[in-house]
Protein backbone atom coordinates (compact mmCIF):
# COMPACT_ATOMS: atom_id res chain seq x y z
CA UNK A 1 0.00 0.00 0.00
CA UNK A 2 2.43 2.39 1.00
CA UNK A 3 4.64 1.92 -2.65
CA UNK A 4 1.46 3.55 -4.21
CA UNK A 5 2.26 6.92 -2.13
CA UNK A 6 6.17 7.26 -3.31
CA UNK A 7 6.26 10.10 -4.85
CA UNK A 8 2.95 12.00 -3.47
CA UNK A 9 4.13 15.71 -2.10
CA UNK A 10 2.89 18.27 -0.09
CA UNK A 11 0.52 20.81 -2.43
CA UNK A 12 1.89 23.24 -2.16
CA UNK A 13 5.89 22.18 -1.27
CA UNK A 14 6.31 23.13 2.15
CA UNK A 15 2.80 23.54 3.29
CA UNK A 16 2.27 20.25 5.31
CA UNK A 17 -1.38 19.83 3.43
CA UNK A 18 -2.26 19.04 0.34
CA UNK A 19 -5.01 16.00 -0.63
CA UNK A 20 -2.69 12.73 0.03
CA UNK A 21 -1.45 14.66 3.44
CA UNK A 22 -4.74 15.67 4.10
CA UNK A 23 -5.59 11.57 4.45
CA UNK A 24 -2.85 10.50 5.82
CA UNK A 25 -3.49 13.09 8.75
CA UNK A 26 -7.24 12.29 9.04
CA UNK A 27 -6.18 8.82 9.53
CA UNK A 28 -5.06 10.09 13.04
CA UNK A 29 -8.05 12.17 13.27
CA UNK A 30 -6.04 15.64 12.60
CA UNK A 31 -7.84 18.14 10.74
CA UNK A 32 -5.26 21.08 9.96
CA UNK A 33 -1.67 20.76 8.43
CA UNK A 34 1.00 19.02 10.83
CA UNK A 35 4.26 17.03 10.70
CA UNK A 36 2.66 13.77 8.79
CA UNK A 37 5.54 11.14 8.42
CA UNK A 38 3.94 9.00 11.19
CA UNK A 39 0.37 9.81 9.83
CA UNK A 40 1.18 8.31 6.31
CA UNK A 41 2.63 4.75 8.07
CA UNK A 42 -1.07 4.86 10.48
CA UNK A 43 -3.17 5.44 7.11
CA UNK A 44 -1.35 2.47 5.47
CA UNK A 45 -2.15 -0.09 7.95
CA UNK A 46 -5.61 1.20 8.30
CA UNK A 47 -5.52 0.58 4.38
CA UNK A 48 -4.39 -3.50 4.81
CA UNK A 49 -5.37 -4.16 7.94
CA UNK A 50 -8.70 -2.26 9.21
CA UNK A 51 -8.74 -3.46 12.32
CA UNK A 52 -5.32 -2.87 13.36
CA UNK A 53 -4.04 0.83 14.41
CA UNK A 54 -0.63 2.04 14.37
CA UNK A 55 1.18 4.23 16.87
CA UNK A 56 -0.76 7.70 15.65
CA UNK A 57 0.53 10.67 14.25
CA UNK A 58 3.42 11.02 17.23
CA UNK A 59 6.11 9.47 15.94
CA UNK A 60 7.52 8.21 19.94
CA UNK A 61 4.21 6.37 19.95
CA UNK A 62 4.80 3.81 17.95
CA UNK A 63 7.81 2.58 20.21
CA UNK A 64 5.95 3.14 23.08
CA UNK A 65 5.44 -0.78 23.40
CA UNK A 66 8.54 -2.79 24.72
CA UNK A 67 7.01 -5.77 23.19
CA UNK A 68 6.64 -4.41 19.82
CA UNK A 69 10.49 -3.62 19.92
CA UNK A 70 12.61 -5.78 17.16
CA UNK A 71 16.22 -5.95 17.63
CA UNK A 72 17.77 -4.41 13.85
CA UNK A 73 19.33 -8.03 13.20
CA UNK A 74 15.39 -9.38 12.86
CA UNK A 75 14.04 -6.41 11.17
CA UNK A 76 11.72 -7.27 7.86
CA UNK A 77 9.83 -5.97 5.81
CA UNK A 78 6.68 -3.98 7.25
CA UNK A 79 8.49 -3.19 10.70
CA UNK A 80 8.15 0.59 11.71
CA UNK A 81 11.70 2.25 12.23
CA UNK A 82 12.50 5.83 14.31
CA UNK A 83 15.38 7.67 13.41
CA UNK A 84 16.56 9.15 16.85
CA UNK A 85 17.34 12.86 17.19
CA UNK A 86 19.72 13.63 20.02
CA UNK A 87 18.50 17.34 19.55
CA UNK A 88 15.36 16.37 20.36
CA UNK A 89 16.01 13.19 22.89
CA UNK A 90 13.60 10.90 21.10
CA UNK A 91 12.48 9.38 17.92
CA UNK A 92 11.36 12.36 15.71
CA UNK A 93 10.79 10.34 12.05
CA UNK A 94 9.51 7.22 11.43
CA UNK A 95 9.86 5.35 8.56
CA UNK A 96 8.16 1.41 7.26
CA UNK A 97 10.74 -1.03 5.88
CA UNK A 98 10.17 -2.46 2.05
CA UNK A 99 13.49 -4.68 2.26
CA UNK A 100 16.36 -5.60 4.25
CA UNK A 101 20.14 -6.37 2.89
CA UNK A 102 22.84 -7.20 5.32
CA UNK A 103 23.54 -4.02 7.06
CA UNK A 104 20.88 -1.70 4.89
CA UNK A 105 17.11 -1.18 4.79
CA UNK A 106 15.32 0.35 2.12
CA UNK A 107 12.51 2.26 3.54
CA UNK A 108 9.39 4.32 2.51
CA UNK A 109 9.12 7.29 4.50
CA UNK A 110 7.18 10.13 4.29
CA UNK A 111 7.40 14.26 4.95
CA UNK A 112 10.64 13.69 3.68
CA UNK A 113 13.08 14.86 1.15
CA UNK A 114 16.71 14.07 -0.87
CA UNK A 115 18.35 15.00 2.35
CA UNK A 116 16.63 12.95 4.96
CA UNK A 117 14.38 15.85 6.76
CA UNK A 118 11.88 14.72 9.17
CA UNK A 119 10.15 17.77 7.63
CA UNK A 120 10.14 17.18 4.01
CA UNK A 121 7.82 17.55 1.62
CA UNK A 122 6.94 14.31 -0.29
CA UNK A 123 6.84 10.39 0.30
CA UNK A 124 10.07 8.60 -0.82
CA UNK A 125 11.98 5.91 -1.07
CA UNK A 126 15.01 5.74 1.02
CA UNK A 127 18.34 3.64 1.92
CA UNK A 128 19.32 3.49 5.47
CA UNK A 129 21.61 2.01 7.81
CA UNK A 130 19.47 -0.43 9.92
CA UNK A 131 21.54 -0.35 12.87
CA UNK A 132 21.08 3.40 13.17
CA UNK A 133 17.23 3.00 13.70
CA UNK A 134 15.10 2.10 15.93
CA UNK A 135 12.96 -1.03 15.12
CA UNK A 136 9.12 -2.02 16.19
CA UNK A 137 6.72 -4.09 14.11
CA UNK A 138 2.93 -3.74 14.28
CA UNK A 139 1.58 -6.63 11.55
Known sequence: MLRSQV???????????GPEVRAYLAACGITKPAPWCAALLHWG?????????GGGAWSP???ATSK???AAGDV???DIGGVYFASLRRVGHVV?????????????EGNT????????DRVARKTRDREQLVWSRWL
Request: net charge positive.
Open 7 to 17: GVTEQPLGSND
Open 45 to 53: LLQLHPPVT
Open 61 to 63: AWF
Open 68 to 70: RRV
Open 76 to 78: RAG
Open 96 to 108: ACESVSRREAVTI
Open 113 to 120: NAAGSREG
